[in-house]
């Protein structure tokens, strides 16, 4: 168990909900993967499509925690103006927020995001940045008020996994007492491994579970991995060494000789 | 009659509509619980819909939930 925003949770694994092929699929990867998070959004909605409230519906009906975000913002002013539009659907303090800079890498603008975190903060929300590997960046948002942070992978959607695994170890060692989890550019559980490994606190994806060949199994592939990286990281990894050291002792052995090292 | 945007989209109403009459004419009543709105980029809490009288030019800007990741 471990304790997000104040609330007691048993899985790591957060779930995005969008690019399903249908609702019954997502539905049903959400269940696989164990996820008790998960993102929304909204759209503006045009009054002949009545496809938001089915989807809104359906995932009442799951009883999850809901993440919304400000997925479209570019700045500080509308990201705010969002997050309380969501608040006031999803009922929710909670919110992933996203300030995008960029169209082509959806990288998160930094001045706006700050900007938009600080006000938000103060208007009583749980903060969720969407942010970059910038150490700097991350102590601003923390400077702010935000407990949680979101550092990227990769890109949104790449699927290129841990970019930077340095820059993801620094923010790990240099803020022990921030909720980290990361965020955007997992591909593979493997590389969700790899990030729980660092002491990562949570892994949120989407597209890598609902792109998938087969989405519900890999939900529940994404599951395992990153409870075994969670494992892996309390229990204590070997430190990696240069030099061979046998896991079998060759002292008297047969045919073991004490070479000289050349 | 006095014209404003609704979602970006232009949109003709009675001089002295209400946001509340507004939004259940588009959306009808039923889905009316499941959206916010924001007029004027500035949001705008349900209780308040009925107090909010539109003005032309106005911008009105509705959401409803969608998938997200």
């Known amino acids: 168990m471990w304790t997000l925003a104040d609330r007691l949770l048993s899985s790591r694994f957060l779930l995005g909900t969008a690019h399903y092929s249908s609702l019954e699929i997502m539905q049903k990867a959400i269940h696989a993967s164990g996820a008790e998070i998960v993102t929304v959004s909204l759209k503006r909605q045009l009054p002949q499509d009545k496809s938001g409230a089915d989807f809104w519906s359906q995932l009442q009906a799951l009883h999850l925690q809901l993440l919304p975000n400000t997925a479209g913002c570019r700045r500080a002013e509308e990201a705010v103006t969002l997050a309380e539009m969501a608040r006031e659907i999803f009922q929710t303090s909670w919110i992933k927020l996203e300030v995008i800079g960029d169209d082509y890498n959806l990288q998160p603008d930094p001045f706006e995001l700050v900007k938009a975190a600080r006000i938000l903060v103060q208007k009583g929300f749980e903060v969720f940045p969407y942010t970059t590997d910038d150490f700097v960046l991350a102590e601003r948002l923390v400077d702010c008020g935000c407990r949680i942070l979101m550092p990227w992978a990769s890109p949104i959607g790449s699927g290129k996994g841990l970019l930077n695994p340095y820059a993801l170890e620094v923010l790990r060692a240099r803020l022990p007492k921030v909720t980290l989890i990361i965020d955007a550019g997992i591909g593979k559980p493997s590389q969700a491994l790899q990030a729980m490994e660092l002491g990562y606190d949570g892994i949120l994806l989407n597209s890598a579970v609902a792109l998938a060949t087969k989405p519900v199994l890999m939900a529940k592939a994404f599951r395992e991995a990153i409870s075994a990286g969670r494992a892996a990281f309390e229990a204590g990894c070997m430190p990696e060494r240069n030099l061979a050291s046998p896991s079998t002792s060759l002292l008297d052995t047969p045919f073991w000789r004490q070479e000289k090292q050349k | ?69």
């Open chain 2, 1 to 69: 009659m006095i014209k404003l945007t609704l979602n970006q989209q232009a949109f003709s109403v009675k001089e002295g509509s209400d946001l509340l009459a507004l939004l259940q004419s588009r959306l009808g009543p039923e889905l009316v619980p499941f959206c916010a709105v924001a007029v004027n980029r500035r949001f705008v809490p349900r209780e308040r819909y009925q107090q909010i009288i539109l003005e032309e030019g106005d911008a009105v800007d509705l959401v409803l939930p969608m998938q997200g990741g």
